[in-house]
T-cell receptor, first 115, second 115 residues
Framework: AQKVTQAQTEISVVEKEDVTLDCVYE???????LFWYKQPPSGELVFLIR??????QNEISGRYSWNFQKSTSSFNFTITASQVVDSAVYFC????????????FGAGTRLAVHP | DTAVSQTPKYLVTQMGNDKSIKCEQN?????MYWYKQDSKKFLKIMFS???????INETVPNRFSPKSPDKAHLNLHINSLELGDSAVYFC??????????????FGEGSRLTVL
């Protein structure tokens, strides 16, 4: 069975702090995809990143970075120098390679960045 | 132009009524989805259609009936609404049903409140 766990329900930081959102997943598949989505207060779901299981290289995009570690089944997301606009619920998701596009979402982490 | 658009954005109705939510995508994608987000923000797939054909049908009460008149539209009809149906319903689309990317483009959500 596939499962995504985001143990942090809520995180509160002050602007300019760095913050890491944890994501741990379970799957029996040897090949799979991992995703992060952002849901700002306005409610829409915004795609942030996709990572293939066979590519363990970490990725950086501006203030965002992702640390994928297959050995610990984790795909953590770090925001450097957080800003108020980063306040949102962040979802980690898992999808098996092949088969249909069925995303399994974690419960989400609510990030509040205070000025 | 909104890529994935849902109507209505808000829907308040009485228990026992029948209601529909419409979704349209102008991305030229082959596959569309309905996801349900409950009050705890948990996102779960309900249905998926690929080129008007039902390909994913999760354990959903048969009061919920999706309909895809063409590959750009996927509507959700709900009969005999219950209090537990209150949620935000997200429509999404992807280029392929089982493509390598797996990126889903989401609509803004339709918040259904059953009184």
């Amino acid at each position: 069975a596939q499962k995504v766990t985001q143990a942090q329900t809520e995180i509160s930081v002050v602007e300019k702090e760095d913050v890491t959102l944890d994501c741990v997943y379970e799957t029996r598949d040897t090949t799979y995809y991992l995703f992060w989505y952002k849901q700002p207060p306005s409610g829409e779901l915004v795609f942030l990143i996709r990572r293939n299981s066979f590519d363990e290289q970490n990725e950086i995009s501006g203030r965002y970075s992702w640390n994928f570690q297959k050995s610990t089944s984790s795909f953590n997301f770090t925001i450097t120098a957080s800003q108020v606009v980063d306040s949102a619920v962040y979802f980690c998701a898992l999808r098996a390679y092949g088969g249909y596009n069925k995303l399994i979402f974690g419960a989400g982490t609510r990030l509040a960045v205070h000025p | 132009d909104t890529a994935v658009s849902q109507t209505p954005k808000y829907l308040v109705t009485q228990m026992g009524n029948d209601k529909s939510i419409k979704c349209e995508q102008n991305l030229g994608h082959d596959t569309m989805y309905w996801y349900k987000q409950d009050s705890k923000k948990f996102l779960k797939i309900m249905f998926s259609y690929n080129n008007k054909e039902l390909i994913i049908n999760e354990t959903v009460p048969n009061r919920f009936s999706p309909k895809s008149p063409d590959k750009a539209h996927l509507n959700l009809h709900i009969n005999s609404l219950e209090l537990g149906d209150s949620a935000v319903y997200f429509c999404a689309s992807s280029q392929e049903a089982s493509g390598a990317t797996g990126e889903l483009f989401f609509g803004e959500g339709s918040r259904l409140t059953v009184l």
